[in-house]
C-alpha cells in the first residue's frame, strides 16, 4: 500500500471535449510538488478528477491512493480516504453555517459504520476550540463561522475558507487548485502560511497554479509542468522559476518538437 | 403568568347533518341559540345563501376532485382553538381572547373590522367560511403598546372532525406592535376534512406586526383559507407563511399596503411531498404612496408533490412611488414532483419607484453537492444541509424557538 498518490495514463472530458490526454504523474508522501501550465492545459480538470466531480467523465486511466481505486470511489469516500480538494471557485451554499458546515464535515469524517453518529461526533467545546484556533492562525475574525458558506465572501476569505477546511479535516494529500488566483498579498502570505504549517513528511501537497507566485512562499520540491492534457516536463523547483522566466512557449515548442 | 386555554363555547350543531342538508333556517336558529347578534347571523344567512347557489370556483392547479364538501358535516364539538399568552398584558388593555367571548364584550370593535378585509362574498369556499365559522381567536392592542413576546393561537382539529372553521381578528392600534403566530395542526385523518380558516389583521398608523403562519395540517386535510392583512400609514409588516401539511391546500392572501410609507417584508416556505398539492396566491397590493413590498418565497417538492405559487404585484391607480419586488425560488428533489411558479405584475399607475419579479425552479445544484461530498459528507446528508438552508431565511424569522426547532425537524422529516 502506497502513502503515493499515482495516476496512470488518465484521460478525461466534458462532454465530448477530451481534457486529459493521459496525465502519468506521482504526487509522494511528504512532498509539496507543483503542477504549473498556461491556462486551459487541463489543470483544473485534473483536480477535479481526484476529488470526484461527476461533471467530468473519466475515459480512461487508473488513480491510486493509500491501495484504494480511487475511481471506484464517491467524492465523500475519497474525502474520509484523506484527500482533499481545495476549489479554485469555492461554491455558496446560502442558508448553512461555516460552523454547521465544517462539524457537519468533520462529524462525516468521525462516523463509524454501525455506530451511533451520537457516540463518534465531535464534542462541542472541542469543536469550537478547533475552530477558533483555525480561524485564528488563518486571522479569521470569529464572526466568520456564523456567515452563510462562501456567501458574499471576498476572493480572499473564499480561500481563507478552503485552507480552513483543509486544517480541521487534516487530510493526507492535499490538492490545492490555483488557490492564489484572486488574493492580494496578505491573503496570499496567510493562504501560504496556512499550506506551509499543513505540509509534513506525512502528508502530500499538490499546487495547482498559474504562476510563480504562491512558490515564493510556499516552496516545491517537485515541480511538473502540464501542457494540452499531458504532464510534458518534470523538474525541481527551479524549473518553476525558468517557467516565470521565460513563459510556457519554449516548452511546448520543444514538446511539439519531440512530437514531430 | 403565560396561560393556555381552550374554546368551550362554540356555536356548535345540535345534531350533525352533512351540508347538503343544512338550511338557512337552521344556520339563524343556530345561531340565535348562541346569542350572536343580529348583524352577524345576517350575515351568515346572506353568506350561505350565497354559498348554496355558487359553483365551484375553477382553479385549475388546485385538485379538489376528491373533495365533496356536500357530504361534510360541520362541527358539533368545540372548536379547537388553543390559545397561549402572558394574560398579564390585559392590565396594559391587550385583549387576546375567542372571538365569541370577544363578541359578548367588544361587539362594536370586531362589527367594524370583520369581514373587511377578506370578503366572504369572493366565491363558493369564501361564503362557506363566512356562514359557518364557529370559534377563533381576537387579539387587540391599544395605541402604543409593543409586546416582546410572542401571541400564538393553535388551531386544531378533533377526532373524527370533518370540517373546521376558524378565524383570527387582530387589531393593532397606532405605534403598537406585536409577534402573532398562527398555527393549523392535527393529526392525519382517513377521510378528507375541510378546513376553512379566515385571518384578518390589521395594523393602524405606525404600528408593526410580525405575522407567522404555520400550516402543518395531517394528511387528508383540505385547507381553504383566506388571509389578509391591511397596513396603515407607515405601518410594517414581517410575514412568514409556511405550509408543510395537509392533503391540497388553497390560501388566497394578500398585504394591502393602504397606508402611505407602509412596508411588509413577507417569506414563505413551502414543502410538497408525497401526494401534496400545496397552492398558494400571495398578493401584494399597493395603494399607498412611497409603500415597499419584498417578498421571497421558497418552495421544494419531491415524491409526487405538486405545489403553485401564484404571486402577484398590484399597484393600485392611485398609489405613487411604490417600490417592489418579489421572488420564488423552487427545488424539486424528484423528477415526478412539480412546481409551477406563476409571478404576476399589473401595474396601473405611471408613477412607480422600482418593480420587479424573478423565479427560479431546478434541481438541486450539483457544484453544491460535489463540494459538500468533498468534505466527507454523504450525498444524502449533504442533500439535507443545503434544503435546510434554503430554508434558513424563513425559518429565521419564526419568533419561537420552541416552533422553529420544531419546524426544522418536520422539515428534515419530509426530504
Redesign the interface.
Known amino acids: 500500500m502506497s502513502n503515493d498518490l499515482i495516476i496512470k495514463d488518465l484521460h478525461a472530458a466534458i462532454g465530448d471535449k477530451e481534457i486529459l490526454k493521459g496525465v502519468n504523474l506521482t504526487v509522494e508522501q511528504g512532498v509539496i510538488h507543483a503542477i504549473m501550465g498556461p491556462n486551459g492545459s487541463g489543470k483544473s480538470t485534473l483536480a477535479n478528477v481526484i ?5 467530468y467523465e473519466v475515459t480512461g486511466g487508473e488513480i491510486w491512493y493509500r491501495g484504494q481505486d480511487v475511481l471506484a470511489l ?3 469516500e ?3 480516504l484523506g484527500l ?2 481545495a ?1 479554485q471557485y ?2 455558496a ?4 453555517t461555516v460552523a ?2 465544517l462539524r ?2 468533520i462529524n ?2 468521525r462516523a463509524e459504520e454501525g455506530k451511533d453518529p451520537k457516540e463518534t461526533s465531535i464534542p462541542i467545546a472541542e469543536f469550537r476550540k478547533l475552530l477558533r484556533d483555525g480561524m485564528k492562525k488563518l486571522e479569521m475574525d470569529e464572526s466568520f463561522a456564523k456567515r ?1 458558506l462562501n456567501e458574499g465572501f471576498s476572493g480572499g476569505e473564499k480561500k481563507r475558507l478552503e485552507i480552513l ?1 483543509m486544517m480541521v ?1 487534516q487530510p493526507t494529500m492535499a490538492v490545492m487548485d490555483e488557490t492564489d488566483s484572486g488574493l492580494d498579498i496578505d491573503a496570499l502570505r496567510i493562504v501560504a502560511n496556512g499550506v506551509n504549517n499543513f505540509a509534513s513528511p506525512h502528508m502530500g501537497v499538490l499546487v495547482i497554479t498559474h504562476y510563480q507566485r504562491l512558490l515564493n512562499h510556499t516552496k516545491p520540491n517537485v515541480v511538473s509542468v502540464m501542457i494540452d492534457g499531458r504532464i510534458v516536463r518534470e523538474g525541481g523547483p527551479e524549473l518553476a522559476l525558468e517557467l516565470e522566466d521565460k513563459g510556457y512557449d519554449w516548452i511546448k515548442e520543444e514538446v511539439v518538437g519531440h512530437a514531430s | 403568568m403565560p396561560v393556555k386555554r381552550e374554546s368551550t363555547d362554540a356555536a356548535v350543531f345540535s345534531q350533525s347533518p352533512a351540508l347538503a342538508e343544512l338550511s338557512v333556517d337552521q344556520i339563524a336558529a343556530t345561531a340565535q341559540a348562541a346569542g350572536e347578534p343580529e348583524w352577524l347571523i345576517e350575515r351568515r344567512v346572506e353568506a350561505w345563501s350565497f354559498f348554496a347557489q355558487a359553483t365551484p370556483p375553477e382553479w385549475r392547479r388546485t385538485n379538489l376532485s376528491d373533495l365533496h364538501p356536500e357530504t361534510i358535516s360541520p362541527p358539533v364539538e368545540p372548536q379547537g382553538v388553543e390559545i397561549v399568552w402572558d394574560d398579564t398584558l390585559s392590565a396594559q388593555g391587550v385583549i387576546f381572547t375567542t372571538l365569541k367571548e370577544g363578541l359578548q364584550q367588544y361587539e362594536d370593535l370586531i362589527r367594524t373590522k370583520l369581514d373587511t378585509a377578506v370578503a366572504p362574498l369572493e366565491h363558493k369556499f369564501s361564503a362557506l367560511r363566512a356562514a359557518l365559522w364557529q370559534d377563533g381567536v381576537f387579539l387587540y392592542v391599544p395605541k402604543g403598546v409593543a409586546i416582546e413576546a410572542p401571541l400564538s393561537v393553535r388551531y386544531t382539529l378533533a377526532e373524527g372532525r370533518k370540517a373546521t372553521f376558524p378565524r383570527s381578528l387582530v387589531i393593532l392600534e397606532a405605534n403598537s406592535h406585536v409577534s402573532f403566530i398562527e398555527e393549523y395542526q392535527s393529526d392525519d385523518t382517513d377521510d378528507s376534512t375541510l378546513a376553512g380558516p379566515i385571518t384578518e389583521i390589521f395594523v393602524g398608523e405606525g404600528g408593526s406586526i410580525r405575522f407567522a403562519s404555520v400550516q402543518r395540517w395531517g394528511a387528508g386535510v383540505y385547507h381553504i383559507g383566506g388571509q389578509k392583512v391591511v397596513l396603515g400609514r407607515d405601518a410594517n409588516c414581517e410575514w412568514t407563511s409556511v405550509a408543510l401539511g395537509g392533503q391540497v391546500q388553497h390560501i388566497e392572501a394578500e398585504t394591502r399596503l393602504e397606508g402611505d410609507g407602509s412596508r411588509v417584508h413577507w417569506i414563505g416556505a413551502t414543502f410538497a411531498d408525497e401526494k401534496q398539492n400545496l397552492v398558494i396566491a400571495p398578493w401584494l397590493r399597493h395603494v399607498g404612496a412611497y409603500a415597499e413590498s419584498y417578498m421571497e418565497f421558497k418552495t421544494v417538492v419531491t415524491d409526487e408533490g405538486y405545489s403553485v405559487f401564484d404571486g402577484m404585484i398590484k399597484i393600485e391607480h392611485e398609489s405613487r412611488g411604490t417600490s417592489t419586488r418579489l421572488e420564488e425560488n423552487a427545488i424539486h428533489l424528484s423528477p415526478t414532483s412539480r412546481n409551477d411558479s406563476i409571478p404576476g405584475l399589473k401595474i396601473d399607475t405611471n408613477d412607480v419607484a422600482k418593480a420587479g419579479h424573478a423565479s427560479t425552479s431546478g434541481e438541486i ?4 453537492l ?10 444524502d ?2 442533500l439535507r ?2 434544503v ?6 424563513a425559518l429565521n424569522t419564526i419568533p419561537l424557538e420552541s416552533l422553529r426547532e420544531s419546524l426544522a425537524e418536520a422539515i428534515e422529516a419530509k426530504i
Open positions: 476529488a470526484g466531480n461527476p461533471g464517491e467524492a465523500d475519497r474525502s474520509k482533499f480538494l476549489f469555492p461554491v451554499i446560502p442558508g448553512v454547521n458546515f457537519a464535515a462525516a469524517h452563510y477546511q479535516l | 445544484d450539483a457544484e453544491q460535489f463540494y459538500m461530498q468533498t468534505r466527507g459528507i454523504k450525498r446528508a449533504a444541509l443545503i435546510m438552508g434554503f430554508f434558513e431565511a
